[in-house]
């Protein structure tokens, strides 16, 4: 800091020194031209203080000034013989010390004044770390939150199969209820009667859970981003790197540079992505006859934008090709089968497409398109 | 005792599923309550006579898993049948260690569940014909005097009167006496019979 005010004005911070030795030296010199008439001896301390309080203020440079211009006002005024700067030879080891005890004030005050300045700068730049450690965190901490929106996916395929899963409960137990209503001897008939009302209302009520599932996606407009479809793979494969690593699978991208963007729900574009990669990276489990491998690449003109994740897994038979869309179907042990559905759903409410094909060298490709708008139809 | 009939408590926050429960219980001849939470059934009477709890493991306020447990700390001693939408190993583990008859997972066959509940009822009829008959029995007791009590506790462990007598410094022919009158207030038709009423009451008498 000092060597930068140094080069930026040196005649500036020159004056200034000047400036603040030269008023110390006054404030010194009056009294003690007043006091000196008390006292037997010339009255010199207040000097060592104007001397200390310049380099305090004034830094190592205006010390030493302070050092000089008092010795030359105390060699004059306060000297024997007063008012003429010759020395008597009584007074040559007074005047000595004088002036060493000005240097060593002067030293002293700029050294300790350094010190604490160096503490200062320290503690700022400590400061200054820690608010931007802060913001990093903050940014973190968005970051997670936004991705356990994404995951929140898995918790929503669940809430959906606990949603159907008690109608179907009741249907089956009402079912079970209405055979002995009707086994009993005589049949209780009114009780089956009232049984099969039940049954007809819980199915409705199943059908009515998916009814809402399906207009989540569909008819509610999707929230719109303008968004850059390369940082939303981009963003992805981080987050899937560690994964991929542990599963021996390599995620490869071949992104061009520049794509137009496109108005889309972000979340829920990152939630179809992240499907995909999730499922080549699932039927890339078995794989071990060739290297898994996962690549997802973008390409798109002024009209629309297709994305394409290929796995080399173990692809997709004439059946499932058909069925893999549709909800509750699922090639996984432990699948729901609402992923590619779901996906489906938001690729179209964006008015987009989404199919499957199986990959020449073995695997799946899935791609999808979106339609590119005008920036300005954007609203 | 005015009301004997069993009856099958039925805990689910799904209207629907309490619904089909009690419907199913009821068509099969069994008698269900139900309760959209815990907190309901706790603050529900229960009868006298046999029951069992059927418990959704997911319910709003306290859950299944935490009711049980306060259940069993409160020494409320019923019988729990869990059903569960999504239940996994250690759940399940969880729910059998603390006691349950029975872990379904919905949706669940008719005999399952029946036969969890026929084993639940029949546990609670055992556990409360022995809980009656302790009470008999420990009425019997009350009306011992102590030095009765001191010979009754000295005759089940084997001992012959004389030895008795030696111990407790009383005369054989008294402590003949008292034995008569303890046979005849525990209503135990043979030494035998005194020895296991004994039995059955040790874990109360001796607190």
């Given at each position: 800091m000092q060597s930068s005010a140094r080069t930026g004005g040196t005649t500036r911070s020159l004056i200034r020194h000047c400036g603040i030795a030269l008023f110390f030296l006054v404030a010194a010199f009056v009294p003690t031209l007043l006091l000196q008439r008390l006292f037997p001896y010339p009255f010199l301390f207040l000097f060592f203080g104007a001397v200390m309080a310049s380099a305090w203020f004034g830094g190592k440079a205006a010390g030493l000034l302070a050092v000089v211009l008092s010795t030359v006002l105390v060699d004059y005024f306060f000297v024997p013989p007063f008012y003429s700067f010759s020395i008597s030879t009584t007074a040559e080891a007074y005047f000595a010390a004088f002036v060493a005890s000005a240097l060593v004030a002067s030293w002293i005050s700029s050294a300790k004044k350094k010190s604490e300045e160096a503490l200062k700068d320290a503690l700022d730049q400590l400061e200054v770390r820690v608010s931007e450690r802060t913001a990093e965190l903050m940014k973190t901490q968005t970051e997670l939150a936004h991705l356990s929106q994404v995951l929140s996916m898995g918790e929503l395929t669940a809430s959906i199969a606990h949603e159907i899963n008690q109608p179907l409960t009741a249907v089956v137990t009402h079912g079970h209820a209405c055979s002995e209503w009707l086994s009993a001897n005589p049949p209780n008939l009114e009780k089956a009667q009232q049984t099969v009302q039940r049954i007809i209302q819980d199915g409705t009520r199943a059908g009515a859970v998916l009814a809402r599932i399906r207009s989540l996606f569909k008819k509610e407009a999707p929230a719109k981003d303008w968004l850059d479809i390369n940082e939303v793979i981009h963003e992805l494969t981080t987050f899937l790197r560690d994964d991929a690593i542990r599963r021996r699978i390599a995620i490869r991208t071949d992104l061009v540079p520049g794509l137009p963007k496109v108005t889309a729900d972000r979340v829920q574009l990152q939630q179809v992505v992240l499907n995909l990669m999730m499922n080549g990276m699932d039927a890339m489990a078995e794989t071990s006859d060739r290297s898994k491998e996962l690549l997802i690449s973008a390409r798109g003109d002024e009209s629309e934008l297709v994305v394409r994740v290929e796995d080399s897994g173990m692809g997709l038979d004439a059946e499932a090709n058909e069925k893999i869309f549709d909800p509750f179907f699922t090639t996984k042990p432990h699948g729901i089968g609402m992923g590619l559905s779901i996906s489906r759903s938001i690729i179209e409410a964006h008015e987009g497409r989404l199919w499957a094909s199986p990959r020449p060298s073995g695997g799946a490709i899935f791609q999808f398109t979106l339609p590119v708008h005008p920036r300005d139809s954007n609203g | 005792m005015a009301d004997a009939r069993p009856t099958i408590f039925v805990v689910d926050d799904d209207a629907s599923v309490r619904d089909a429960i009690s419907n199913l219980l009821e068509s099969v001849g069994l008698r269900a309550k139900v309760f959209d939470s815990t907190e309901a059934f706790w603050k529900a009477p229960r009868p006298s006579a046999p029951s069992c709890l059927v418990l959704d493991?997911?319910?709003?306020?306290?859950g299944g898993l935490e009711f049980q447990e306060q259940l069993a700390k409160a020494n409320v001693s019923i019988p729990v049948i869990f059903i569960t939408a999504h239940g996994d190993v250690p759940m399940t583990s969880r729910a059998m260690k603390a006691g349950a008859i029975e872990f379904l997972m919905k949706p669940f066959q008719k005999e399952d569940l029946l036969a969890a509940v026929r084993q639940g009822l029949d546990r609670d009829r055992i556990r409360r014909d022995e809980q009656a008959e302790i009470a008999v029995l420990q009425a019997r007791v009350d009306q011992l005097t102590s030095r009765e009590r001191e010979v009754m506790d000295l005759v089940v462990t084997g001992l012959i009167n004389k030895e008795i007598g030696a111990q407790l410094g009383l005369s054989e022919v008294t402590v003949k006496a008292h034995r008569s009158h303890v046979m005849q207030k525990m209503e135990a038709s043979s030494l035998a019979e005194l020895v296991r009423m004994s039995d059955k009451l040790k874990p109360r008498e001796r607190r």
């Open positions: - | 493991v997911r319910l709003p306020g306290v």
